[in-house]
């Protein structure tokens, strides 16, 4: 079946990059996400990239996507204490449904 | 309104009660999605509806849970017989199902079950 993984958690320095991971099962994945969650808040898109695309980039995010390794990265630039989140790496199940399958999330823990 | 709605915001119940949680979704998106988070922890899938097709429930984690959604819009989640492992955060989120699948949240229901 349908697989996101992200590793949990990730602590940088504050100004230094960021940079998260993910690996994803479905090839025909037409939209890759990554959503934004703060603390006591909702998921909110951060941003998103289309599977004919190698990379997107977006003020301080980077999106790089490799389709033939099936890995999907997000770099934060000069990372701010504000960006301390759980990020959410998601893709479309191709199966008819549409349905977005989500990884576990990953803590980015921003420190001085 | 402009966004996905769940009600209510809190929930406290005792242990062996069910409760009802809601969302509205934003009008016009005929995909709808029920999550679940625990305390600290990613998002667990609980079931999925899409238009009129049969839902998706393979993420319910036993036969207390159910959802209903009425009309292609208001869906319903219930738990019956609550037990303290229900305690968590249940998160609503709607989309389309054609051209960008973006899935918009709501802000979710927390549930604690004394």
């Known amino acids: 079946g349908e697989d996101v993984e992200q590793s949990l958690f990730l602590s940088v320095r504050e100004g230094d990059s960021s940079v998260i991971n993910c690996t994803y099962t479905?090839?025909?994945?037409?939209?890759l996400y990554w959503y934004k969650q703060e603390p006591g808040a909702g998921l909110q898109l951060l941003t998103y990239?289309?599977?004919?695309?190698d990379m997107k980039q977006d003020q301080r995010l980077t999106v790089l996507l490799n389709k033939k390794d099936k890995h999907l990265s997000l770099r934060i630039a000069d990372t701010q204490t504000g960006d301390s989140a759980i990020y959410f790496c998601a893709e479309t199940d191709s199966g008819g449904y549409n349905k977005l399958i989500f990884g576990a999330g990953t803590r980015l823990a921003v420190h001085p | 309104g402009a966004g996905v709605s769940q009600s209510p915001s809190n929930k406290v119940t005792e242990k062996g009660k069910d409760v009802e949680l809601r969302c509205d979704p934003i009008?016009?998106?005929?995909?709808l999605y029920w999550y679940r988070q625990s305390l600290g922890q990613g998002l667990e899938f609980l079931i999925y509806f899409q238009g009129n097709s049969a839902p998706d429930k393979s993420g319910l984690p036993s036969d207390r849970f159910s959802a209903e959604r009425t009309g292609g819009s208001v869906s319903t989640l219930t738990i019956q017989r609550t037990q303290q492992e229900d305690s968590a955060v249940y998160l609503c989120?709607?989309?389309?199902?054609?051209?960008?699948?973006?899935?918009?949240f709501g802000q979710g229901t927390r549930l604690t079950v004394v």
């Open positions: 479905d090839s025909s994945s037409t939209y």
């Open positions: 990239i289309f599977s004919n695309m």
């Open positions: 989120a709607s989309s389309l199902v054609r051209g960008n699948t973006e899935a918009f």
């Open positions: 009008s016009g998106h005929t995909a």
